[in-house]
């Protein structure tokens, strides 16, 4: 793989990942003895599409030469890429660079030797080789052809078969009772492979003689991979052993997609493309699977080729997608991120998603407030002030300047003390929410109804920054703000209240609220978690009592402490006598509470009254842990490691971190009808099949959704932010040592 020297050009150039297991050593933290990633080059996969301007045109080969020269043959001729890059689709256009080409009927392109090789009316032609190669033939409908040893290729106008070399006919036959669709050579035993509308036929040039090894109604195309002619078909694919020419037993249906369209060998891997996308053949036995607008302009696949700089060609019915695979650290992917968040998702300080898109264009679209805009915010918050810890780089000072500077307008620009606003946003936007309030600031909206998600971010964010950066002024700030939310809470006997003097809907930590209902139900044991770890927070930093006095009073008076050591095992839906909340609450598992639980864990486990609290916390956090191994979820992963555990899924974290795809589009995908994924049962946690599959082939979703949801209808309408997706549990691995420096 070509290695990129210059790193700003690797981040210019928008490179991905991919395939690469998990480097491991052994290192030391917290005085735990567990293993650490070394961050070590992988390959990054990422797309750059281009499509057609019209749709009133047929896509039918793509080839590329060794000069990297990508041209593609279609109804109105030959076409190449124009312009395009990552994220920012080219287009197909008509293809002049050489007439002498240009100008003929060509009715097929392939490569020979890695040379550009046409078919006309006339002959066999190549501009390589001084144009020497013009080999006439007396076939004018002659539209596929392969070629073999020496010049020969073999032709078809899909009624007859004829051998050429020199311009001399050696052969003419046809398939007996059938028509042609298709030719491959196969070098090592020397034979050409016919596929016909029923029928698999092989011959040999030296003998001049063909025979039928197969007779199927169901082919559609044929490849030849590491000695076997793989024949795809509207269900699956089998295999022919290409020394005995005998079909081997079974059809193999368990892919992405079984409807085959095109089979070819790229690196020794067999690719597919099917009506529903591409996919490779791992040597695992395993597949990486490229559907959707993420990778492709369309999933109805017409043809793949071997692409200049170790690229993939796909031709789709709508254009070419440009599968690109570059080398890159984990460090590297972290910068180009870092770039992303500060180029489209930065709104007047807060971690912003672009909405309003369209068709994937993020210069379409517009930063959009959210109810969320203080949590996801608060995750990229703490992000940054974990990479400041280890790089102490400026430009991650600054951006945490700049965000908790929004942060803390969260609490100026309403006029109810100590409480956090949801958002703000400038005045004289039509607002349908009706959550928004009026500022004494005539320019400024507020956004009202905050909830307990929004508080634990904000106080898993100021912890961190009050821990971890050296700058006076921050760090008061912080910890200011800290006192200033839990104030509030403690004030307003453990409620948020708001603007109407009442509690908002959920910002209710009051052992009325929480104890009302039933153990089973996760809010008990969350909101006994979340409001324990608070005051823990405030306390640790400001010396108050009231804070550690309130933490105990919750959990000796009202079995906080009892509420959020309960395992994760006995959570489920409430019983049927419960009340009508209880019941809502407690319909299936609830992945936001996952991300509430680990952002609270920070204040929990660090800033924990005594040992003996804090051995029990940690056995909380190793249990909720085990519940969400399925998931192999970076984050709470990487998180873990906070207790010193010696076995946190680290590979399963690197995984989810190479494996999450550049792309933060939130385009269309489908995988609810794949046939190489186990289901499981319907079930309390909404696990849909057996084992999750990998972030590039699902929808963009935080770390508050169900990684086993497998379809998503996004429609390329938003682009979300890395800062709370990916950067955070990146930045928070390497603080916390289980991910190393980049190592070149």
Not at 445 to 472: M, N, Q, R, Y
Request: glycine share 6%; proline share 3%; hydrophobic share 35%.
């Amino acid at each position: 793989m070509k290695i990129f020297k210059d790193r700003q050009i690797l981040i210019s150039l928008c490179i991905v990942m991919t395939f690469v297991s998990c480097s491991t050593q052994n290192t030391t933290f917290q005085g735990a003895d567990r293993k650490q990633h070394i961050d070590k080059s992988f390959i990054q996969d990422f797309s750059i599409k281009f499509r057609i301007e019209s749709g009133d045109i047929k896509l039918i080969k793509v080839v590329s030469d060794r000069n990297n020269y990508i041209q593609i043959l279609s109804s109105k001729g030959l076409l190449r890429p124009r312009d395009g890059q990552f994220l920012f689709p080219g287009i197909l256009v008509k293809d002049f660079q050489d007439r002498q080409t240009s100008d003929k009927k060509i009715s097929a392109i392939g490569t020979y030797m890695d040379q550009l090789v046409y078919l006309d009316d006339k002959a066999v032609l190549s501009n390589a080789w001084a144009g020497t190669l013009y080999s006439r033939h007396t076939m004018p409908g002659a539209r596929i052809f392969a070629g073999a040893k020496e010049f020969t290729f073999l032709l078809s106008d899909g009624k007859k078969l004829m051998l050429l070399k020199d311009s001399e006919n050696l052969w003419e036959g046809n398939i007996p009772g059938d028509e042609v669709r298709d030719i491959t050579y196969d070098e090592s035993n020397n034979s050409f492979w016919i596929l016909g509308n029923h029928s698999i036929s092989v011959l040999s040039p030296e003998k001049k003689e063909i025979r039928t090894i197969e007779n199927n109604d169901n082919l559609t195309c044929i490849g030849i991979v590491s000695g076997k002619l793989f024949a795809g078909t509207r269900d699956g694919y089998f295999e022919i052993d290409l020394k005995t020419n005998k079909k081997l037993e079974g059809i193999h249906k368990s892919l992405p997609s079984t409807e085959i369209t095109c089979i070819t060998e790229i690196d020794g891997n067999p690719w597919f493309g099917t009506t529903q996308g591409a996919f490779m053949l791992r040597n695992d036995g395993r597949f990486n699977y490229y559907a959707s607008e993420r990778w492709l302009p369309s999933d109805n696949v017409i043809d793949i080729a071997r692409g200049p700089d170790n690229s993939v060609l796909i031709l789709t019915e709508q254009g070419l997608g440009q599968i690109c695979f570059k080398e890159m650290t984990l460090y590297d992917k972290a910068l180009f991120f870092e770039r992303q968040v500060r180029e489209r998702h930065i709104r007047t300080g807060f971690n912003a998603t672009v909405a309003s898109m369209k068709n994937g264009d993020v210069t379409s679209g517009s930063m959009a407030d959210s109810d969320n805009d203080g949590l996801w915010t608060s995750m990229y918050l703490a992000g940054e002030t974990f990479r400041y810890a280890v790089t102490r780089s400026d430009e991650a000072l600054q951006n945490i300047r700049e965000s908790l500077d929004a942060m803390e307008r969260l609490y100026t620009i309403n006029p109810i003390p100590g409480f956090p606003s949801r958002s703000f946003e400038r005045r004289g936007y039509k607002y349908e929410d009706i959550a928004w309030r009026r500022a004494d600031d005539a320019e400024w909206d507020w956004k009202s109804t905050t909830s307990s998600d929004e508080a634990i971010g904000h106080i898993f964010a100021f912890g961190a920054i009050a821990e971890l950066v050296d700058k006076p002024e921050l760090r008061n700030k912080a910890i200011m703000l800290i006192d200033t939310l839990m104030s509030h809470i403690i004030k307003n006997n453990f409620y948020l209240i708001d603007w109407n003097g009442e509690p908002t809907l959920w910002g209710r930590w009051n052992p009325d609220y929480v104890n009302a209902r039933p153990v089973i139900v996760g809010d008990r044991k969350l909101n006994s978690s979340n409001i324990i770890a608070m005051l823990q927070t405030a306390y640790h930093f400001t010396g108050k009592e009231k804070y550690k006095d309130a933490a105990f009073y919750l959990m000796n008076e009202h079995g906080y402490l009892n509420n959020l050591m309960r395992p994760m095992s006995i959570i489920g839906k409430a019983p049927d006598d419960s009340d009508d909340l209880s019941k809502d609450l407690s319909d299936s598992w609830n992945h936001s509470d996952d991300e509430m639980y680990y952002c609270g864990y920070w204040g929990l486990y660090r800033y924990t009254f005594n040992d003996t609290l804090k051995a029990m916390f940690k056995e909380a956090i190793i249990d909720h842990w085990k519940t969400e191994r399925p998931e192999k979820e970076g984050l709470w992963n990487i998180m873990t490691a906070i207790t010193g555990a010696e076995e946190i899924d680290l590979e399963e974290a690197v995984w989810y971190l190479q494996e999450f795809p550049l792309d933060l589009i939130n385009w269309t995908v489908k995988n609810s009808q794949r046939k190489d994924i186990k289901f499981t049962e319907p079930n309390f946690r909404k696990q849909t099949i057996e084992e999750v599959l990998p972030p590039d082939e699902l929808g963009i979703s935080r770390h508050n959704s169900n990684r086993f949801d497998l379809d998503e209808n996004g429609g390329g309408r938003s682009e979300y932010s890395a800062g709370d997706i990916w950067l955070l549990p990146y930045w928070i691995g390497r603080y916390l040592g289980v991910i190393s420096e980049p190592v070149n």
